[in-house]
DNA sequence: AGAAATAGCTTGCAAAATGCAAGTCATTTT
DNA sequence: AAAATGACTTGCATTTTGCAAGCTATTTCT
């Protein structure tokens, strides 16, 4: 099973947020929400990269810092966590605002092929905006 | 984020078993796949059950026995085990007959409401039959 | 150009979670 | 009545995590 590869509590934050929010540095994840150890990042990224989920690359801009980034195989994990963040929704307390969530629930094709389509493009502003606040910009799609 | 529920080695394991093999006791969970340790399973039941993904009944045929159940709240992770079964099934590779993961995945929702009708009917007789088993003759049971 | 910051890690150590073996305590079975 | 079984605990060794400090290669600031 994938639970070997996801099951702990950090690995499937991580995809999420590149996924997601569009996070594709060290930095940007070790800032995320929760708080994660740097040795423990380290260790999590350089796992999902031997099991095919990330690659890693150069930053162009920056010689200091590296971009993760979801590959094939990372990103088909969409609709786990489309399904997750569903079930969460309706089951436990959370900060997504259920107007958006509602949204993505029935249109679930379309929230998936907008996630594909964007990273087809490598275009990494979040598909979601960071919750804690209202109800931000335009929805896309 | 549901994963500080579901975020551990065993939880989702154990949901699984519940859901699509149709485990309903200890001993079922403990002599399942990987071999969980008897504490940790016991520490993990009582999680899911206070965090109301199960619940206990005491078994009415073996007065030692209990029978652990999926809650509505349980059984609605199904899409989200659906997933990642055909993730899975996709990306790593399992043992699981390639056939049987083509038609879940054509079939997503014949599946899953075969899943909730069982649960609401109680019937515990596996979905998926045991994996490693080429042609199993009769469930288990 | 030199000093200070920053990105991405690694290392050492304490704290927490996990695994393993053995033991307990009600029922059943024999 | 004795042995076995289901469902757990308990004690302890091992592993995994978390936390604070480095460390190194760039950038950025002055």
Redesign the pocket.
């Known amino acids: 099973m994938a639970l070997d590869l996801l099951g702990?509590?950090w690995s499937l934050l991580l995809v999420r947020d590149m996924m997601v929010r569009g996070y594709r540095?060290?930095?940007e994840f070790q800032r995320s929400g929760e708080?994660?150890?740097?040795?423990?990042l380290?260790a999590r990224?350089q796992k999902l990269e031997a099991r095919g989920v990330v690659e890693r690359e150069a930053?162009t801009e920056?010689?200091?810092?590296?971009h993760y980034r979801l590959t094939a195989k990372g990103i088909a994990l969409a609709p786990v966590l489309l399904e997750m963040l569903i079930w969460s929704a309706h089951h436990e307390q959370t900060d997504a605002p259920s107007a958006v969530i509602e949204q993505m629930e029935h249109n679930r094709a379309a929230m998936l092929a907008e996630t594909y389509r964007r990273w087809a493009k490598r275009d990494s502003t979040p598909i979601l905006p960071p919750f804690p606040s209202p109800i931000t910009t335009r929805t896309k799609m």
């Open positions: 702990d509590r540095t060290f930095r708080g994660i150890a740097t040795n423990i380290s990224l930053a920056d010689g200091r810092s590296t």
